[in-house]
C-alpha cells in the first residue's frame, strides 16, 4: 500500500482532535511493519510538532522500527524466562552471524532483527522466531547453524532464479 493512502487513513481515523503522538506511530506501524520516512513526516506535519520530535521518539521506544523487515523477519525473545536462560547471548549471536543491528536490516533485505517480548513458550527458553517458524532452546551456535542452513537454502533458491 502507498504510504501516503494509508496514513491519510490513519490521520483521518484521529478526527479533529490532534491524537497521541505514540498511538499515531502504533496505528503506522501497524499498518506497514515500520515506520517509512514518509510517515513520520506526515505525522508530525499533523500533529504540528518538529520532525525530530517524531524521530526523537520513533528511535527511542524499542517497539517502533524505522527500517522495513526483511523477507524473513528474526524476533529474539527477551521475556524474562528466554532472558534468564541466555536470549541476550542469542540475539548477540544472530547480530554477529548477519551483520545486522537491533532493529535493522541486513544488507541483501533477508533479515531484520528485533527483540520481542515472551511469545508464550516459556518452556523451550530462550526462543528465537524466524517469519512463522519458532526455534527453541537456542544457544550461539545453534544460531549459527540455522542461520547457515538458511542462507544457503536462499543461495539455492536464487540460483533457480
Ligand atoms: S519468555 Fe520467551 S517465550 Fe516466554
Known amino acids: 500500500m502507498e504510504v501516503a493512502e494509508g496514513l491519510t487513513r490513519i490521520l483521518r481515523a ?29 505525522v508530525a506535519k499533523f500533529l504540528q510538532i518538529p520532525e525530530s520530535l517524531v524521530y526523537s521518539v520513533a528511535t527511542f521506544y524499542n517497539q517502533f522500527r524505522i527500517t522495513p523487515l526483511g523477507r524473513r523477519p528474526i524476533k529474539v525473545c527477551m521475556g524474562t524466562a528466554c532472558h534468564l536462560s541466555g536470549g541476550e547471548l542469542v540475539l548477540e549471536a544472530v547480530q554477529r552471524e ?14 531484520s532483527l528485533d527483540r520481542v517480548a515472551c511469545i ?42
Not at 17 to 37: C, H, M, N, S, T
Not at 129 to 153: F, H
Open 14 to 42: 484521529q478526527g479533529d482532535g490532534r491524537g497521541d503522538l505514540i498511538a499515531i506511530l502504533q496505528e503506522v506501524q501497524a499498518e506497514f511493519g515500520y515506520l517509512p520516512k514518509e510517515a513520520m513526516l506526515g
Open 98 to 111: 548477519l551483520d545486522v543491528d537491533l532493529g535493522g536490516l541486513t544488507s541483501d533485505g533477508e533479515f
Open 120 to 161: 508464550g513458550c516459556c518452556a523451550i527458553a530462550p526462543a528465537m522466531v524466524i517469519g512463522d517458524a519458532v526455534y527453541p532452546k537456542m544457544t550461539p551456535w545453534k544460531v549459527v547453524e540455522v542461520l547457515t542452513t538458511i542462507k544457503s537454502e536462499i543461495q539455492e533458491a536464487n540460483k533457480g532464479d
